[in-house]
Nanobody
Framework: QVQLVESGGGSVQAGGSLRLSCRVSGYGISRVFVGWFRQAPGKEREGVAS????????EYADSVNGRVTISQDNARSTVFLEMKNLKPEDTAMYYC?????????????????????WGQGTQVTVSS
């Protein structure tokens, strides 16, 4: 059974930093997409960053580009999301998601429909 467990969320002031972790179990993540998504109250879930775990391909949403970095530790089956210079509008529940294994990955997707497995989320709150 595939499970994704997020951690690292919390409350910070604007300008602060957080590092989110997504631990994946139940299958190997050597060649899958792993993405971070977020959902604020009353808004749709949106993609934040994604990575091809078998290559160096990454993708970032325009709203966070330059402020977040997605990385992986395949030995620990964990994907990280480093966030800096956080803004109040970054406040949301953050979810990680993983796909089935892919063939070729150049640009990992940021669309929800490409992901099959989801975690329960970790809350990020940024105060002004």
């Amino acid at each position: 059974q595939v499970q994704l467990v997020e951690s690292g969320g919390g409350s910070v002031q604007a300008g602060g930093s957080l590092r989110l972790s997504c631990r994946v179990s139940g299958y190997g993540i050597s060649r899958v997409f792993v993405g971070w998504f977020r959902q604020a109250p009353g808004k749709e879930r949106e993609g934040v960053a994604s990575i091809c775990t078998g290559s160096i391909g990454t993708e970032y949403a325009d709203s966070v580009n330059g402020r977040v970095t997605i990385s992986q530790d395949n030995a620990r089956s964990t994907v990280f999301l480093e966030m800096k210079n956080l803004k109040p509008e970054d406040t949301a529940m953050y979810y990680c998601a993983a796909s089935d294994p892919y063939g070729i990955c150049i640009k990992p997707p940021l669309t929800l429909s490409n992901y099959k497995y989801w975690g329960q989320g970790t809350q990020v709150t940024v105060s002004s």
